[in-house]
């Protein structure tokens, strides 16, 4: 039944629905009464309680006002180190809108479901489907900034992998590793990611969440085309600059990584100064290492079921 309060400074509640009818009680303003009956004409039949005393009977309905029904409480925040997602399943969040930290939701991303296993054919669906070289896919389109963090991350997640846009803040990893529920509030318990800073999660937690490093660009190139999840990620000497992150996309339709014996340039998707849907970037930009360029670099892959039902 509904549920409603006094609108009014006090409200009268008679025996009968006539606004000559007997007053039982006087109802002062805000207090609630609980609808008990159908409504007749003008008169709302409802219960109250003063003073530890129940009242039925009829009030007016232009001395009340319905009480809106409370949101259903939110599930508590998980416990121990886990993924973090923020603002996910948006579907205000597309390829046409300039990125903010919350994942893809617009409706018909291709995905790669738990059912398809290590399938290649959608992996290839979703770099097909975001164009990154299309300038009209803003969330991707290289200016003073680019966004290979942020695509990496797209095609992590349309895999069902987990690659972070954001991660925890060491605070909250304590919190989450003593068993405290930590909800995700940017800039508070997460903060975003960037190439740099993925180089490091790689290497730090990503065997938590199915990482495994290959040796070489000949063992990332064959994870991919099992149908791994695989990308390249380099940090940069001087971290206030940014760091690369390609994913690695499996060899198929046509499509080939650069081989002279073993795989000398994996086959790639980018965005970055230049968005490139499949391509070889000619050249091994990783390895481009020294005081103005890079420090390190990494090969990971993850053959992890999707996370999609």
């Known amino acids: ?20 009818g007997i007053i039982d009680a006087v109802f002062p303003q805000h207090h609630p ?44 925040p998980a416990t121990g180190l886990r993924p973090a997602h923020f603002g996910e399943n948006n579907p205000q969040v597309t390829r046409t809108r300039t990125a903010g930290a919350a ?11 738990g059912a398809d296993g290590l399938a290649k054919e959608p ?13 009209a896919n803003l969330r991707w389109k290289p200016g003073v900034f680019t966004f290979c963090n942020i695509y990496s991350h797209d095609y992590c997640y349309a895999a069902g992998v987990y690659l972070p846009r954001v991660w925890w803040m060491p605070s909250a990893i304590e919190a989450l590793k003593a068993g405290q ?15 740099n ?20 660009a000949e063992a990332l190139q064959e994870a991919a085309n099992r149908g791994a999840v695989a990308v390249i990620c380099a940090r940069r000497t001087q971290t206030n600059r940014p760091g690369h992150i390609t994913p690695v996309v499996p060899e198929g339709q046509g499509r080939r990584a650069d ?23 000619g050249r091994q930009w990783w390895a481009k290492l020294g005081p103005n360029d ?8 993850n053959e992890s079921a999707s996370r999609w039902p």
Do not use: C, Y
């Open 1 to 20: 039944m509904a549920r409603f309060r006094v609108a009014t400074t006090a409200a009268n509640l008679r025996r009968t629905p006539d606004a000559n």
């Open 33 to 76: 009464v609980e609808e008990i009956g159908p409504k007749q004409g003008a008169w709302h039949n409802v219960r109250g309680t003063l003073s530890g005393v129940s009242f039925t009977g009829f009030m007016k309905q232009t001395v009340l006002e319905a009480i809106p029904p409370a949101a259903p409480a939110s599930p508590a």
């Open 103 to 113: 994942p893809l939701g617009e409706a018909g991303m291709p995905r790669r479901r």
């Open 123 to 135: 992996l290839w669906a979703f770099v097909d489907w975001a164009e990154v070289e299309n300038p």
């Open 181 to 195: 529920a930590v909800p995700v509030a940017m800039g508070t318990t997460v903060r975003e990611m960037n190439a």
């Open 197 to 216: 800073s993925l180089h490091n999660w790689l290497l730090d937690f990503g065997g938590q969440f199915g990482w495994q490093r290959a040796s070489s």
């Open 259 to 281: 081989r002279s014996g073993p795989v000398f340039l994996p086959l790639q998707s980018q965005a970055g100064r230049v968005n490139v849907r499949f391509g070889t970037l």
């Open 294 to 301: 890079f420090d390190s670099f990494v090969f990971f892959f």
